[in-house]
């Protein structure tokens, strides 16, 4: 049984930056990609970036440049940090990992 618990979302004007952290409550965690999704109101659950087992990782078109996903191994975490935040980005942020979703974490870019 996989558990993840996010943190860090908040609220952060245009331009600002937050990181976002997943812990991954499972013995191995090097079994699968680790993903981070947002969903803004009224809109599909998307991709926004995901890492593999190896440490690469590959990003929507609207975050490149902008988010770093990075995975500690040894701490079973998954971190997103988000940089130049557009009011676009606003959402709730999920991360997932084996078929397994968090409860997500609210990210506001606000003026």
């Known amino acids: 049984q996989v558990q993840l618990v996010e943190s860090g979302g908040g609220l952060v004007q245009p331009g600002g930056s937050l990181r976002l952290s997943c812990k991954i409550y499972r013995s191995i965690v090097t079994i699968s990609p680790v993903d981070w999704y947002r969903q803004a109101p009224g809109k599909q659950r998307e991709l926004v970036a995901t890492i593999d087992t190896a440490g690469e990782s590959i990003y929507d078109d609207s975050v490149k440049g902008r988010f770093t996903i990075s995975r500690d191994n040894a701490k079973n975490t998954a971190d997103l940090q988000m940089n130049s935040l557009k009011l676009e980005d606003t959402g709730t942020y999920y991360c997932?990992?084996?078929?397994?979703w968090g409860q997500g974490t609210q990210v506001t870019v606000s003026s």
């Open positions: 997932h990992f084996w078929g397994t």
